[in-house]
């Protein structure tokens, strides 16, 4: 059956096809993700949220005192609550009422899955709209594939949120100048708010879409200028109306002290802490950042086919928007305006270039911290995802002009061969850089093992003490033996000993000369704890070392 040429519900079940299926890959491997440092803080700032809601709705006022506020959000309030409060919601409804998950960890983790899925049904259809269904299907496929945003996508975290929600809102506001109503303008508004109440990677998002509505609507606005009008565009209007009401509407600790609490939250990403980051074998913990920092991970971590389609796709669409800017600048210069060439009246090809820009932009900066590795600028993953999209249309379209003879039945094989070596390498650097996909580099660079002699970080927020527990932990470790957790916080500890990932008469040291076993979960400026654990227990040979293709990940030492 042949789709008709209008985007339409059908493409929204190819879109939800595709979703469903990568929330239910996400959910058959969750498990095997430990529990990182964050997660630990935000399962507690969770249940705090979802406990104030629970008291407003059977007491009313009584939650509504500023105490009670208070107790309840200031936990963790240097993020906004709308994450923390799906987190709690899915917690008490799927795992402690309904019983639908058995851990509480994936009930927590449950939303952020669902905002990945999300991200890709959006890129399928802003895909299929911008260009074709096939450079759709790819832009998703390949934004799913991306070894780190797998990872991220398992969390109880807001990375993989604020790229949805990124996405979302450009896609709303794309539609917007698209559709002229006030419907997708309506919903730009509100997405933003979402978006803000997301994570602060939000505060970005006008210098996107400002310019490019300014752009887009740029002949209305010069004729309200010529009669003494300022007609702003609608989703403008709508962002910076609705915006502002949805991030103070859903963040229960703002309603008091408003102002010197914002005052708090900016400054506090402003001058954000630093923490250590290896790059090239060398250790920062304080500006200046390394320029660098971000074309090589992203060189060393997403897929090289999705890079290579990316820049087929981007190369064309700059070319093309050189040639239509130089086509405008001859026309007004002979004042010739049928000589005009034709424009996309959506501008999308700026839109998405925008979008990526800002939101890599800010890490080309001194000072801007670079603790979080690639997650940090995860936003414009979709949008190069989409680029590779259009690049794939253009790799097929070449491949018939290259083979016009071929019969029917060697072309759709051809084709289908030119979709697997394009799907197929990506599928098989996700699949095996789980469940270690911090630690994880695609082959470009020698995969795991290159990324290690680059002196490229090799994890961080101590999620591996699970992976530790599976291999070594659970099987070897004498009853009631003291393990000192490094990286590892208590919170996460505890919940998965509560899950039974980790066995529960182990106790947690906080010290190597308090333990009877040590980890160490292996980063450059964590060498020192190797000595403190040689020095306590009168040896330097680890008793078991868990691995990802050769290259140690945690060490475990025991007292002999």
Same mark, same amino acid.
């Given at each position: 059956?042949?789709l008709?040429d209008?985007? #339409?519900w059908?493409d929204?079940v190819?879109g939800?096809a595709?979703?469903l299926?990568y929330?239910?890959?996400?959910?058959?491997?969750?498990?095997?993700?430990?529990?990182?440092?964050?997660e630990?803080?935000y399962?507690?700032?969770a249940?705090?949220?979802?406990?104030w809601?629970?008291l407003l709705?059977e007491?009313g006022?009584?939650?509504?005192r500023q105490s009670? $506020?208070d107790?309840s959000f200031?936990?963790?309030?240097e993020?906004p609550a709308?994450?923390k409060t799906?987190?709690g919601v899915?917690?008490w409804l799927?795992? @402690?009422k309904w019983h639908v998950?058995? /851990?509480a960890?994936t009930?927590?983790r449950f939303p952020?899955?669902?905002?990945?899925?999300?991200?890709v049904w959006?890129?399928?259809?802003?895909?299929a709209?911008a260009?074709?269904r096939?450079? #759709?299907l790819?832009?998703a496929?390949?934004?799913?594939?991306m070894?780190?945003?797998?990872?991220?996508a398992?969390l109880?975290?807001?990375?993989?949120?604020?790229t949805?929600m990124? &996405?979302l809102?450009?896609y709303?506001?794309w539609?917007a100048?698209?559709?002229r109503?006030?419907?997708w303008a309506?919903?730009?508004? $509100?997405?933003?708010?979402?978006?803000? @109440?997301?994570?602060?990677?939000?505060w970005?998002?006008p210098?996107?879409l400002v310019?490019?509505a300014?752009?887009v609507?740029?002949h209305?606005l010069w004729r309200?200028?010529? #009669?003494g009008q300022v007609t702003?565009p609608?989703?403008v209007v709508?962002?910076a109306i609705?915006?502002?009401?949805v991030?103070?509407a859903?963040?229960?600790?703002?309603?008091n002290?408003?102002l010197?609490?914002?005052?708090?939250?900016?400054s506090f990403?402003?001058?954000?802490d630093?923490?250590?980051?290896?790059?090239?074998?060398?250790n920062?913990?304080g500006?200046p950042?390394p320029?660098?920092?971000?074309?090589?991970?992203?060189?060393?971590?997403?897929?090289?086919?999705t890079?290579?389609?990316?820049s087929i796709?981007?190369?064309?669409?700059?070319?093309?928007g050189?040639r239509?800017?130089?086509?405008?600048?001859l026309?007004?210069?002979?004042?010739?305006? /049928?000589?005009w060439p034709?424009?996309?009246?959506? @501008?999308?090809?700026?839109?998405l270039?925008?979008a990526?820009a800002?939101a890599?932009?800010?890490f080309?900066?001194?000072k801007?911290?670079?603790?979080g590795?690639t997650k940090h600028?995860?936003p414009?993953?979709?949008?190069?995802?989409?680029?590779?999209?259009?690049?794939? /249309?253009l790799?097929?379209a070449a491949?018939?002009r290259?083979l016009p003879?071929l %019969?029917p039945r060697r072309?759709?094989a051809?084709q289908?061969a030119?979709?697997?070596?394009?799907?197929?390498?990506?599928?098989?650097?996700t699949?095996?850089a789980h469940?270690f996909?911090?630690?994880s580099?695609?082959?470009?660079?020698?995969g795991t093992?290159g990324?290690?002699?680059?002196?490229?970080?090799r994890?961080?927020?101590g999620?591996t003490t699970?992976n530790?527990a599976?291999?070594y &932990?659970n099987?070897?470790a004498p009853p009631?033996a003291?393990?000192?957790?490094?990286?590892t916080?208590?919170?996460?500890?505890?919940?998965m000993q509560e899950?039974k990932? $980790?066995r529960?008469d &182990?106790? %947690?040291?906080?010290a190597?000369?308090?333990?009877? $076993?040590?980890?160490?979960?292996?980063?450059l400026h964590?060498n020192e704890?190797?000595y403190?654990i040689?020095?306590a227990?009168?040896?330097?040979?680890?008793?078991?070392?868990?691995?990802? /293709?050769?290259?140690?990940i945690?060490?475990?030492?025991?007292?002999?």
């Open positions: 059956m042949k008709p209008r985007i #339409g059908r929204h190819v939800a595709l979703a299926a929330l239910a890959w996400l959910l058959a491997t969750v498990r095997s993700v430990g529990i990182p440092r964050d630990g803080m399962f507690r700032a249940s705090d949220y979802v406990g809601w629970r709705l007491h006022g009584e939650a509504l009670t $506020i107790s200031g936990y963790n309030h993020h709308l994450m799906l987190f899915s917690w799927l795992h @402690e998950f058995t /851990d960890s009930a927590y952020a899955m669902c905002t990945a899925a999300a991200a959006t890129t399928y259809l802003f895909g709209r260009w074709t096939r450079a #759709g790819v832009a496929a390949l934004f799913a594939l070894p780190r945003v797998f990872f991220h398992h109880a975290c807001f990375d993989v949120p604020i949805a990124w &996405l809102c450009v709303a506001h539609r100048q698209e559709t109503g006030y419907g309506i919903a730009t508004g $509100i997405v933003f708010g979402l978006a803000l @109440e997301t994570k602060h990677n939000a970005m998002l210098f996107v310019p490019h300014l752009l609507n740029r209305a309200g200028l010529r #009669g702003l609608t989703s709508s962002m609705l915006g502002p009401a991030f103070y859903l963040w229960p600790y703002l309603w002290d408003t010197a609490r914002l005052q708090w939250y900016v990403h402003l001058n954000h630093y923490y250590n980051i290896e790059f090239l074998g060398k920062y913990f500006p950042s320029p660098g920092y971000l074309p090589v991970m992203v060189l060393a971590t997403v897929p090289t086919v890079l290579l389609l990316f796709g981007a190369i064309e669409r700059a070319r093309d050189c239509r800017l130089s086509g405008w600048l026309a007004i210069l002979r004042k010739r305006a /049928d000589e034709a424009r996309d009246p959506r @501008e999308t090809d700026l839109l270039f925008l990526i800002v890599v932009g800010p080309f900066l001194p801007t911290p670079i603790f590795g600028w995860m414009a993953y979709p949008f190069l995802a989409l680029f590779a999209g259009r690049g794939f /249309d790799t097929w491949l018939g290259a003879s %019969a072309a759709v051809l289908a030119l979709g697997a070596s394009v799907l197929l390498p990506p599928l098989a650097v699949a095996h469940p996909g911090l630690s580099y695609v082959p470009l660079v020698g093992a990324g290690a002699d680059l002196g490229l970080n994890q961080f927020w999620y699970q530790a599976a291999e &932990l099987d070897r009631g003291t393990v000192f957790i490094h990286d916080t208590w919170d996460a500890w505890s919940h899950e990932r $980790i529960g &182990l106790r %947690a040291a906080g190597p000369h308090e333990s009877q $076993i040590a980890l160490v979960q292996h980063e964590m704890v190797d403190s040689w020095t227990f009168g040896t330097d040979a680890p008793a078991y070392i868990v691995e990802h /293709d050769g290259v140690p945690v060490s475990i030492y025991r007292r002999p």
